[in-house]
């Protein structure tokens, strides 16, 4: 377990069309930032007590992830914890919310990061099964790229 | 006919619902529990390299990759027809137990437990893990964090990747274990059998002890007589990685015994026109509509149908308290260790932490295997005994979990087959479903009631398709419209997750 450093979590499954979002976008903000700052990519299928888990002991967490708000697809929007607004993978039919697992961290002791949030990319095609995104969700990728990085260069102090 | 339709899922967390029709003196006709599915597995699959099933079918799902894993790397070994080594079958159960303690701890402090130890009339914002915590005491929470971590760290490096495991293979397992490794598994199963007793402790002083809740546990809300169904040892002892299939009747014999490569001549699926989903039952009772007894198929495959078809439970703790569930219920034995099946369907929660123990006595008992670090985890399998069919069977914390496969000679996929664990009670669980329609829709029962009793009816199925679905109810919002018989909206519930 770490006990700083940013960590990126691309929520979602890969082979479930524009559900694999989240990861890909994790994957090239970490590029974009790797030789700069101390950056850790996690892929996470489920959300609830694992999400919790995957940001315990990183001083700050960035979780990307497909969302489904009926929102044109490709729209890219970014949540706080505080307003939390559940995407598509970060609740867990099989334990709880974020929410709950976060505050189940906290009574529990668990290192949980100072900072936090919560960008989501619409989807279009999300219960088909494969491995290319649609044309819309594949231009917001960048999209979502440029915005994540600029927000963790922002938290670091790193030009 | 009046139309009630629940519709738990958001347009945020999938879809899904469920209708029940009332007749025109108000009673409960019928309920569909309307399931979609994914779209495009098998033709995703199809003219690809079987050896990747292992790796893709453990995308299925995110909260049982294990399963999956294990389902389709023992039906690789049949494609490839290369018997894994004892080690190597003794690894892929080691991490299997390593999973079930944390599904089952899971379950019961998130889902089942807060029913009962929070109270199922307690409000939602409090019927979740913190209520129970605060109930039990706080250090629980950190019980069950610990516990998951132990055992994620287990499943890391004996599956060779942390969450999607990939170390199966066809014929065995790509490492073997350190004898520092095995040191670390041993005192890590040393402490799930006492975080296991104390969970059953905490269940016999909460539940047990309280009239009122020992009453909801054995009252015949969610009572079914079904067929049940579990995967047993040479000894017909539950086993959750390997063995025969085997079916009990509702009064307890044995119906059928059948190796799992077998499953098509003994399990058929009926399909209706209104839900993607397939209600599988058995095929030589045959389908009688969603009712239970004798001479109907329908079949339930969970913890509660492993324990009514297993000849009490292969390790000591585990077996005593098996013992004190079916006295406490009542049963007769029907053999020199096994009782009359019990139908009360909220029982499933007690027989989940009779399976936390008995999965934790058994990662001890491998743990301590001579064998388990021996470096001999792989035949290689032989191009001359190469088969092209293989039929892979676990059982998913959920239910019995079938992978079968089929490919041209060079091993690419020709055809991908599966029946997922909680398909298996499909029909159950919508009957449960109907059960706790009629008990409450027609009694003027206030919302919460009937809101929480129905979620009470899926969750102790512990219901998980995201493997055919994305997400079903565990919490989440729930709307609940009655109409009547003109289809006119009289009533809606709503809670928000």
Known sequence: ?159 | MARITIDPITRLEGHGKIDIFLNDQGRVENTYFQIPELRGFEQFCVGRMAEEMPVITNRICGVCPEAHHLAATKALDGVFGAEPTSVAKKLRELLYMAFFVTDHTTHFYALGGPDFIVGPDAPPSERNILGVARKVGLEVAGSVIACRKRNHEIITFLGGRSIHPVAGVPGGWSRAITTEERTQIEAAARKNIAFAQFTLTTFENIVLKNPVYLDLVTSDIYLHRTYSMGTVDTGNQTNFYDGMIRVVDPEGNEFVKYNPSEYREHIAERVEAWTYLKYPYLKKVGWKGLNDGIESGIYSATPLSRLNVSEGMATPLANAEYQRMYETFGCKKITAARYEPIHHRLATHWARLIELLYASERMLELALDPEITSPETRNIPDPARFVGVGIGSVEAPRGTLTHHYETDKRGVLTKVNMIVGTTNNYAPMSMSIKRAAEKLITSNAPDEAILNRVEMAFRLYDPCLSCATHFLPGKMPLTVSIRDSQGDLLREMRRQG
């Open chain 1, 1 to 159: 377990m770490k006990d700083s450093g940013t960590v990126i979590i691309g929520m979602g499954n890969r082979l479930l069309s524009d559900d694999g979002v989240g990861f890909a976008v994790a994957v090239a903000v970490a590029e974009r930032l790797k030789h700069h700052m101390d950056v850790t990519v996690t892929e996470l299928h489920t959300g609830g007590i694992r999400l919790m888990e995957a940001m315990a002991g990183f001083k700050r967490a960035v979780v990307v992830d497909a969302m489904l708000s009926g929102a044109h697809p490709g729209t890219v929007r970014r949540f706080d914890p505080r307003d939390f607004v559940t995407t598509k993978n970060t609740f867990s039919s099989h334990d709880t919310d974020f929410a709950t697992a976060y505050d189940l961290g906290r009574m529990a002791g668990v290192p949980l990061p100072e900072q936090v949030s919560f960008w989501g990319v619409e989807a279009r095609e999300f219960d088909l099964f494969g491995e290319r995104f649609t044309d819309e969700v594949a231009a917001a990728l960048p999209v979502a790229v440029d915005l994540i990085v600029a927000e963790i260069t922002e938290w670091e102090g790193v030009a």
